[in-house]
């Protein structure tokens, strides 16, 4: 039986954070050598990342309408990453003031961020395999 297009969303999910989340507590100097050499691009920098985001979050919100329950955190995100992706288009100085914060020595930043984000997914993938 092929899943539901919610449940598809939620494997999308469950993968894209596992994913960026292994790869934030393995390699954070390289995801800020990439925010860094991003910010040095300027505006089109911040597009490049508006972009990252409202590829991941469109998909969610189009296609993941669940407003109850843990799958409520799959579509909280996904509008967390489309509304992000638009004040980055609309409002570009603010990307760069948050591309700014990024430094060598904040790496161990990403390392809490890609826990947090194995831990989301583990939620999700919990309620998936239980479902």
């Not at 494997?11 to 860094?36: C, D, E, K, Q």
């Not at 089109?44 to 969610?60: D, K, Q, R, T, Y």
Request: proline letters at 5%; zero cysteines.
């Amino acid at each position: 039986m092929s899943p539901s297009s919610e449940q598809a969303v939620q494997i999308y999910f469950v993968v894209h954070m596992a994913t960026v989340g292994i790869s934030h507590i393995l390699r954070p100097t390289v995801w800020v050598g990439f925010f860094v050499r991003v910010r040095e691009w300027g505006e089109p920098g911040v597009f490049a990342v508006g972009f990252l985001s409202v590829m991941f979050g469109s998909i969610i919100v189009a296609f993941h309408n669940v407003w109850e329950g843990i799958p409520l955190l799959v579509t909280l995100l996904g509008w967390a990453h489309v509304v992000k992706a638009a004040i980055y288009f609309a409002f570009p100085s603010v990307g760069l003031k948050a591309l700014a914060k990024v430094r060598p020595e904040t790496s161990g930043r990403y390392r809490v961020v890609g826990w947090l984000l194995l831990a989301v997914a583990g939620v999700v993938a919990y309620h998936l395999l239980s479902a």
